[in-house]
């Protein structure tokens, strides 16, 4: 199947900075991408729908400042969690569609002291 | 409304045996997809099997085999043989033609296989 990355698989930082979080189609062209959310043993939330070269597609609830998404390119696609927050602690996964399924990146799990 | 469901929280197989794992869904859309993905505990999603609405036949891959029930609208995940390395857990999505190419996924099923 098509391969999606994504940087950094972890990482730790203080509460007030900003975190950027990139995903990669590898092997494919994807005009659109996806942001995930996941909490322990729950399922995936969509956070929003990314669009190449236009603005991201936010589901309710979300909120766009904090989250922003970046499409610049059909290969890559960046979630920055501006002024990072404890309650922001979770696994971020992306995915992209090749053909049919969603393919997903290995995940980024972010954890803010 | 598009809607996924997943009734079993939690499964054990003995290793070697197949299992079977339930998904059931509700559109009103006549066109639609379903995905099954894999999540070990490293947390990436991995892509399973698909079954599209109009296919004829039950989709298989390997030890993974689809019982799509369109009447029903159940699209169970049946795994056969089952080994140590399928405890996991298994989602259930849908996309359809107004989702926008958005997937809704179930809750998820945790298997886990007993040696």
């Known amino acids: 199947g098509a391969v999606v990355s994504q940087h950094p698989s972890r990482v730790i930082c203080k509460s007030g900075t900003s975190v950027k979080i990139e995903c990669r189609s590898l092997?494919?062209?994807?005009?659109?991408m996806f942001w995930y959310r996941q909490f322990p043993k729950q399922s995936l939330m969509l956070m929003a729908t990314s669009n190449e070269g236009s603005k991201a597609t936010y589901e309710q609830g979300v909120e766009k400042d904090k989250f922003l998404i970046n499409h610049a390119s059909l290969t890559l696609s960046t979630l920055t969690v501006t002024s990072a927050h404890p309650e922001d602690s979770s696994f971020y996964i992306c995915?992209?569609?090749?053909?049919?399924?969603?393919?997903f990146g290995p995940g980024t799990r972010l954890t803010v002291l | 409304a598009q809607k996924i469901t997943q009734t079993q929280p939690g499964m054990f197989v003995q290793e070697k045996e197949a299992v079977t794992l339930d998904c059931t869904y509700d559109?009103?859309?006549?066109?639609?997809?379903l995905f099954w993905y894999k999540q070990p505990s490293s947390g990436e999603m991995i892509f399973l099997i698909y079954q599209g609405s109009y296919d004829q036949q039950n989709a298989t891959e390997g030890r993974y085999s689809l019982n799509f029930q369109k009447a029903r609208k159940s699209a169970n995940l049946v795994i056969s043989a089952s080994q140590l390395g399928d405890s996991a857990m298994y989602f259930c999505a849908m996309r359809g033609p107004n989702t926008g190419n958005q997937f809704y996924f179930g809750t998820g099923t945790s298997l886990t296989v007993i040696p």
């Open positions: 995915s992209a569609i090749a053909g049919g399924p969603q393919f």
């Open positions: 559109t009103s859309d006549p066109s639609y997809g």
């Open positions: 092997d494919f062209q994807a005009t659109t």
